[in-house]
């Protein structure tokens, strides 16, 4: 089974800051990831596929980068409304998560 | 605009079996190519796939639940739905179902979702 590892489990930020989560995958997944927003009681979002593809509808300050085992999910300029726990998954063999990060604006 | 719609009992006995049905409304889930899943979430903790259906029936479960679970389509009714027996404590999560566009192994990904649904497996 592929496992996927996010870190950190959680950061603290300020409006404007730019934040990095990382995901890494215990083998190879090509770049069949994709990243998820969840808000308390939501249920969770897609805004990133495929590695780097942004989903419509979702600002550009977000982005993704990587391929292989390491991948990364950016957001450029931090803003209140991106106060999230944020997950990644693999596509590459049965779509499992990572344990999650969650993301407090300060 | 495509919407999913859990529906089920909202607590289950340890030992029985826990059914939910997924609506889906603003179109047709044969007019394209789709598969229909379902994700649990424990309380507090992460995200699991339970397993898949293609709009033809194909099926497709998570290894660690495949002895206990059943997913099956109706087409007519815009439904799928999720059979899961003998159910424990562990099993009590919210339960939600999506849409995602291939299998594993290719560019996939959950979207939309539905609200989900919490189950309690308690006597």
């Known amino acids: 089974d592929i496992q996927m590892t996010q870190s950190p489990s959680s950061l603290s930020a300020s409006v404007g800051d730019r934040v990095t989560i990382i995901c890494r995958a215990s083998q190879s997944i090509s770049r069949y990831l994709n990243w998820y927003q969840q808000k308390p009681g939501k249920a969770p979002k897609v805004v990133i596929y495929a590695a780097s593809s942004l989903q419509s509808g979702v600002p550009s300050r977000f982005s993704g980068r990587g391929s292989g085992t390491e991948f990364t999910l950016i957001i450029s300029s931090l803003q209140p409304e991106d106060s999230a726990t944020y997950y990644c998954q693999e596509s590459y063999s049965m779509g499992t998560f990572g344990q999650g990060t969650k993301v407090e604006v300060k | 605009q495509l919407q999913l719609q859990e529906s089920g009992p909202g607590l289950v006995k340890p030992s029985e079996t826990l059914s939910l049905t997924c609506t889906v409304s603003?179109?047709?889930?044969?007019?394209?190519?789709?598969?229909w899943g379902w994700i649990r979430q424990p309380p507090g903790k992460g995200l699991e796939w339970i397993g898949s259906i293609y709009y033809s029936g194909f099926t497709n479960y998570n290894p660690s639940l495949k002895t206990r679970v059943t997913i099956s389509v109706d087409t007519a009714r815009e439904q799928f739905s999720l059979r899961l027996t003998s159910v424990t404590v562990v099993d009590t999560a919210v339960y939600y179902c999506?849409?995602?566009?291939?299998?594993?192994?290719?560019?996939?990904?959950?979207?939309?979702w539905g609200q989900g649904t919490l189950v309690t497996v308690s006597s």
């Open positions: 603003g179109d047709s889930m044969t007019s394209s190519s789709y598969y």
């Open positions: 999506a849409r995602h566009p291939r299998d594993w192994g290719s560019d996939n990904w959950f979207d939309p």
